[in-house]
């Protein structure tokens, strides 16, 4: 596993970490994922959820108070009650709360059965965790997933907020989005972001979490430093 920071440019700080899959050769998700057969996505699944708790529960500062983002396969959760024991087993052998884990999908994966994704979440948030939908915007993450259920955090894709400093189009949507949220009483991420005017900008429009390169680049089981941001020290 890799992580990648999470920023609150409200509070100034690390607001968590997300555990990204590697090759043991340093292979990107896609490559990794690619090679995951149908047959072996549930087991594929439980053993990154495993790994990402063992691994957070070493590097996570005990004194701060941090959220570990774990990508799961919403396909790949065939009862949601027996598909969590590895998960809340892992936690507990770790001394990791459940109320510091939270649940990203989809990646751009097609959820026809939207009942059985509402009961994966109403199971999740049962025992503490939050939940987010990941790549909004992008693929299968979009409005009409979003009008069945409502998570916790809503991730926007970096294809919409690329260049949003110069696109007004770009702006709009992201407008939108906030607003939307807001209403639903939604946290809002932005993701991918790769300059300091997409930061700036995205920041004046309400947004509060960031991730991206422009921030810190994952690093290899290990948690990378941010960069500094308006006065605030980079963090570890």
């Known amino acids: 596993m890799a992580f990648q920071p999470i920023y609150d440019a409200v509070a100034g700080r690390v607001w968590g970490y997300e555990a990204l899959v590697r090759g043991l050769a340093g292979e990107g998700a896609y490559s990794v994922l690619s090679r995951v057969s149908p047959e072996q996505k549930y087991r594929f699944d439980q053993d990154c959820r495993v790994k990402a708790i063992e691994l ?10 941090l959220m570990l983002s774990i990508n799961f396969m919403p396909n790949a959760v065939y009862e ?6 590895a ?3 892992a936690a507990r052998r770790n001394n990791f709360p459940t ?5 990203e999908f989809t990646e751009n994966e097609e959820v026809a059965d939207t009942a059985h994704l509402q009961n994966i979440i109403t199971e999740y948030r049962k025992h503490g965790f939050t939940t987010a939908i990941d790549d909004f ?7 009409g997933l979003l009008v069945d259920f409502q998570p916790d955090l809503l991730k926007i894709d970096m294809k919409l907020l690329r260049d ?5 189009a770009r702006q709009a949507v992201v407008d939108g989005i906030v607003a939307i949220a807001a209403k639903l ?15 700036l900008m995205l920041k004046a429009a ?3 979490l960031f991730q991206g390169y422009w921030f810190a680049k994952p690093a290899f089981e290990e948690l990378p430093a941010v960069r500094e941001l308006q006065g605030v020290p980079a963090v570890a």
């Open 56 to 65: 957070a529960s070493r590097l996570f500062p005990a004194d701060e108070p």
């Open 80 to 85: 949601p009650a027996a598909c969590l024991r």
């Open 87 to 89: 998960t809340l087993s």
């Open 99 to 103: 109320s510091a884990i939270m649940f």
């Open 137 to 143: 915007g992008a693929g299968h993450a979009g409005l």
């Open 164 to 168: 949003v400093d110069t696109s007004p």
């Open 185 to 199: 009483d939604i946290t809002v991420l932005a993701e991918g972001i790769e300059t300091e005017a997409e930061y």
């Open 206 to 208: 309400g947004i509060r």
